[in-house]
DNA sequence: GGGAGCATGTAACGGGTTACATGATTGG
DNA sequence: CCAATCATGTAACCCGTTACATGCTCCC
């Protein structure tokens, strides 16, 4: 933790996300952190597109929380390759200690279309119920096969941690989009 | 549904939402309409802020979706009520019956937290698990009361249906924040 | 009298997406 | 050779929030 807590620039989770990534000591690409939070963050926060992942790595180089390798260009050289810095590190344990809980942000379209049945075609909303099922179940598999990554070495404990979450997590998902379809269905045989 | 589909203006789902909250068929102000999106919308989908309200009302009146009463002035002068249009239950109808699948969007902070849990202290993780577990635990509550409300009236039969779906939802989200926590005890006493 | 809630709005700002533009590399 | 993927970035745009401004009414 920095001693001296300047009046460090408030960042948006979305900065601090794409730090995260970064503070897994690697060396990675715009293009890398891309694929990476697809693949990752998706699960339980969101993936930024691409060209907000590009401007946050320049203001994160600009605070001096990363740092592009200038020294001996190597294998492509188009590829901007990009380090978190000790002060980022810093910053981001501060962050880490300091962030005021904030509760989930959940948009469920589905729900919001449930909500409005009144005004819905009932068969409409069964099938749209069963996509989000459908949807749910890739969402299982990806983050299985994710999960199976994360577990082969140590390094990966916590993002492992957050994947069996998201497993229980998208399976309760199912369990609760197959409890409203009966719902409804019972809702409109027996009324 | 309107047989001329004329090329109508593509709305974000917060114009439908608040439309949606009109098509139940009251005569609301914005104000109102913000006061019942925190106790409805909110649980599965976001309560917009007040000012944006205001702004989508405008827009709605604009495109004829909603008109605001002229004739015969009552109650409180400064009061500005909104009521639904037949354009504007149409045009609801088609959006419901139209509208695209699209995966629930989660922003869980908790989680990221979690991710980065290689630079956090444990403890403060802890904390913030069990932060977020009262507030879902307020969250239950409060959906609890709008459904016994909801209930009163089989108009609200969807909108029960929906809290229903919710109870379950964040009764799911406590097991699995305390299924989070003995994970993470488990693998700092174990590992 | 004064604070809480009712009620409506404007302006500034930033966050984030889409669309566009460009070009290199790889593999069928 | 052509498509897909790798790779980076800019510009326009809009969604949504915060902060600000105003004024009324109710009740302690």
Redesign the pocket.
Known sequence: MSIANEPRT??????WAVLGLLSFGREL???????WADSSLRFFY???????I??????LEGLGYAETRTASQD???????YRITPAGRDALIDWLADAPYEPPML?HGLLLRVWLGHLADPDRLREAIDEHIAHTESMLGELRSAREIAETSPEWAYPALVERWGERYYTSEQILATGLRDDLDAMESGD
């Open positions: 408030r960042l948006p989770a979305t900065a690409s715009g293009y890398d952190l891309k694929k969101w993936s930024p597109a691409i060209s907000q590009y401007g946050e790595l320049r203001r294998e492509l050289r188009n590829k901007r390759l948009k």
